[in-house]
């Protein structure tokens, strides 16, 4: 998990939890405040990462679910880590990324975990047992059943590292076509498998959302992977690495005032999403454009990959 992509979950679950709403992802967990105890800090992290085994998660600490930001303290990860990592028999969940969000309201603590190592233990110190492999059942913690344990040591799928990759043939363009604007986003990722079995992406069902970062305004968009000649409704790829774009052009009807993107912004954010077979977790990789310094080439809009917040290859 990457700094950009751990403030973009954070930012869609702040304007949630602003808003009313309740966060409904599994790999989001919300918090108003920090556990009163270390090791209970720890159970608690470990259960969420079994039950997500081979994912990335996120924890905000000082977001609560309908009400928005509460304002918590900050710690310094070089003091707080080491503490909870001492109560985990063997290895902890990585701790990827660590942000201090200062926002109007407060300060959110954004924590980016992978959790690539399941079992994760928890030592005990009560008289009834030293160990336990804790397990997150909806908003419960306890410990894992033997069927939780089975399916735990059997993850079929990691979900893969995926990367932008810098080329030519990288743009978010848009073009007035009548009253119509019409969207075209192309761009190219690395996958690289994170597991030992075969990668398997299906084709179509990809997902692209192009979105304000100032406005908050989201147009959605339906994308495929290139494949020509290709006859297959799967890419399916070993354990090497692997280069593919998705494109797609989609029309956003008559020009009004609930016409998304229409002030056509500076800067854009571009969240792919997949799922690849035998998981139900979805890929999640975001992005950041800005305009083309050059102009448009004739297009109503044209953005860049901003090399200055992206981690191009």
């Given amino acids: 998990m990457t700094s950009d992509e751990l403030e973009a979950r954070a930012a869609s ?44 998660f996120v924890w905000l600490i000082g977001l609560r679910d309908g009400v928005g930001v509460r304002d918590v303290a900050t710690r310094d990860p070089a003091d ?28 959110v603590v954004a924590l980016g975990f ?25 908003t419960m913690t306890r410990s894992a059943t033997r069927d939780e344990l089975v399916r735990l040591l059997d993850r079929v799928v ?64 339906t994308a495929e992977i290139d494949r020509p000649d290709d006859p297959t409704p799967t890419l399916t790829h070993g354990t090497g690495e692997l280069t593919f774009l998705a494109s797609n052009t989609i029309s956003i009807g008559t020009f009004n005032s609930r016409t998304p993107l229409l002030n056509r912004p500076e800067r854009l954010e571009i969240e792919l999403a997949l799922q690849p077979a035998g998981t139900e977790e979805t890929l999640h990789v975001v992005t950041r454009w800005i305009e083309r310094p050059e102009g448009t080439n004739g297009h109503w809009g044209y953005w860049i990959p901003d090399e200055t917040l992206n981690r191009w290859r």
């Fill in 114 to 138: 992978a959790a690539l190592k399941a079992p994760y233990v928890i030592k005990r110190s009560d008289d009834k047992f030293s160990r336990e492999v804790p397990w997150r059942r909806q």
């Fill in 158 to 221: 990691l979900l893969p590292e995926a990367r932008p990759v810098r080329g030519n043939l990288t743009w978010v363009v848009a073009d007035q076509i009548d009253l119509s604007l019409v969207w075209d986003v192309r761009f190219l990722l690395r996958v690289t498998p994170r597991g030992s079995h075969p990668l398997v992406i299906p084709y179509s069902g990809i997902r692209v959302a192009i979105k304000s970062p100032g406005t908050g305004e989201s147009l959605e968009l």
């Fill in 80 to 107: 707080w880590w080491p503490q909870i990592e001492s109560h985990f028999d063997g290895p902890a969940p990585e701790l990827q990324v660590f942000r201090n969000l200062a926002l109007p309201t407060g300060t």
């Fill in 13 to 56: 679950a702040i304007r949630s939890a602003e808003a009313g709403g309740r966060n409904e992802d599994t790999l989001v967990e919300l918090k108003s405040e920090w556990p009163d105890r270390d090791d209970d800090f720890a159970r608690r992290l470990a259960a969420h990462a079994n039950s997500v085994a081979g994912h990335d």
